[in-house]
């Protein structure tokens, strides 16, 4: 696993968010992003990618998380959202719902990935930040177990496809609940393996 980056705390410019997402790959369900201004003084082990931790861990360091971190926010955009705009710009749309749901404003905003959403403030994209940036990865994590709940809550009203086991994702599995049953209404007519499924029916 790659060092991860020890930010500056005393340099000019404040505050530091990360900001990550989770559920752009899936078939079904709102993509979701957080923010998280971790709080120096109360320092918390073992962050790391949410990708790389088990679903325990995840939830536990998401419990620390939310108890420890000066401040964090989660947002999402919408099944809806994300067909209308396409994923990359509802991802984008959700990573500033995120940052401007934050109680505390940030000064400076590190985002995983390769692009940017449209900030009010100074934002810098770090290719695979979620394992080297700490605020990352803690928002990687947000961002996961917050997704992984929503679709615990998906597979109780639609349990015909799967939900809890796939997280949405398209598997061999999923793929076969689309043909048997047609589409719920979670899952994004976007998506070209949606779209071909309901085009056959």
Not at 26 to 53: C, E, F, H, M, Q
Not at 60 to 86: G, H, W, Y
Not at 126 to 146: E, H, N, Y
Request: charged share 20%; net charge positive.
């Amino acid at each position: 696993m790659p060092e991860q980056r020890t930010l500056d705390w005393g340099a000019p410019g404040g505050l530091v968010a990360g900001v990550d997402e989770a559920g752009r790959g899936p078939l079904a369900g709102p993509v979701v992003a957080a923010a998280v201004i971790l709080d120096p003084a109360r320092p918390i082990a073992g962050l790391a990618d949410s990708k790389a931790l088990s679903p325990a861990r995840r939830e536990a360091l998401f419990a620390l998380v939310r108890e420890r971190a000066l401040c964090c926010s989660v947002a999402e955009a919408s099944v809806e959202e994300i067909d209308r705009l396409n994923i990359l710009q509802a991802t984008l749309l959700a990573m500033r719902r995120a940052v401007e749901g934050l109680a505390v404003p940030p000064a400076r905003v590190l985002v995983d990935g390769n692009r940017l959403p449209p900030l009010a403030v100074p934002a810098e994209a770090i290719v695979k930040g979620d394992a080297r940036v700490a605020a990352i990865s803690a928002a990687s994590i947000l961002a996961k177990v917050t997704r992984d709940r929503w679709c615990a809550g998906l597979h109780a009203r639609y349990p015909l496809y799967g939900f809890e086991r796939h997280k949405g994702y398209g598997t061999a599995e999923h793929l076969a609940a689309l043909r048997a049953h047609g589409a719920c209404p979670e899952h994004r007519r976007s998506f070209a393996p949606v779209a071909q499924v309901l085009e056959a029916l």
